[in-house]
C-alpha cells in the first residue's frame, strides 16, 4: 500500500481551505479535495501492511512524549518556487518547531526498519493542489489567507490511492497527542 504520516486537520481549517481554493484563478491545477487536507509528516511510498503495523508499535510512544500544540496559516506559496510552480501550498506560521521536532524523532523510531530518511530539510505545509508543468504563479491569482489558529493533536497513517480523479486518502489508525488511548481502527 502506498502510505505516509499526517496531521490531521479540524473540520474548520479544511472548510476554510476549501473556500479559499474556489476563489483563487490559479490555472491548470488538480485541487486536493477538501477530506485530503492534512500535513504531511513522513512519505513512504508503498509499504507492506507487516511495515505499517511496525511502523505503528514505534510510533506510539509520540502519544505520550508529545502534547497538542497550536498551529497557524500563514500564506499561500508554492514548490519548489513561486516562479516554478509544481505544488501549491499553505504554509504555517506557528507550530513548526514541535512538527519539525516530532519529525525527527520518528526518523529516529523507524531507522531500524529500513525506512530511508528523508534527504530535504522537512518543510511543513498544506498541499493544496498539483500541476503536472511547473509554470510561476501570480501573486493577483493568490487568495489572501486568514491566519488562522488551530490545534494539531493527531498523528495518522493514511493510505493513498491514486486515481484518474486524483488521491484518494483513507486513514488507516490514529495516535493523539497527550495521551489517552486515541488510536482508530482500520477504517
Wanted: net charge positive; aromatic share 10%.
Amino acid at each position: 500500500m502506498r502510505a505516509f504520516l499526517a496531521f490531521e486537520l479540524p473540520q474548520f481549517i479544511k472548510e476554510y481551505l476549501q473556500d479559499v481554493v474556489k476563489r483563487m484563478s490559479v490555472e491548470n491545477v488538480r485541487w486536493v479535495r477538501d477530506d485530503g487536507y492534512h500535513i504531511t509528516l513522513k512519505f513512504f511510498g508503498e509499504i507492506e501492511e507487516q511495515k505499517a503495523l511496525k511502523i505503528q508499535e514505534r510510533v506510539k510512544a509520540i502519544q505520550k512524549e508529545y502534547h497538542p500544540f497550536e498551529a497557524q496559516l500563514k500564506e499561500i506559496d508554492a514548490f519548489p518556487t513561486r516562479r516554478k510552480a509544481r505544488v501549491i501550498v499553505v504554509t504555517l506560521e506557528k507550530g513548526i518547531d514541535n512538527m519539525q521536532r516530532i519529525f525527527n524523532d520518528i526518523e529516529e523510531k523507524i531507522v531500524d526498519l529500513h525506512i530511508e530518511r528523508e534527504g530535504r530539510t522537512y518543510k511543513p505545509h498544506i498541499t493544496l493542489g498539483r500541476r503536472k508543468i511547473p509554470i510561476p504563479i501570480l501573486e493577483r491569482e493568490i487568495f489572501p489567507l486568514e491566519q488562522k489558529v488551530f490545534k494539531v493533536q493527531t498523528l495518522m497513517l493514511v493510505q493513498s490511492k491514486l486515481t484518474q480523479e486524483g488521491a484518494h486518502y483513507t486513514p488507516l489508525w490514529g495516535i493523539e497527542l497527550g495521551g489517552g488511548n486515541g488510536e482508530r481502527g482500520k477504517q
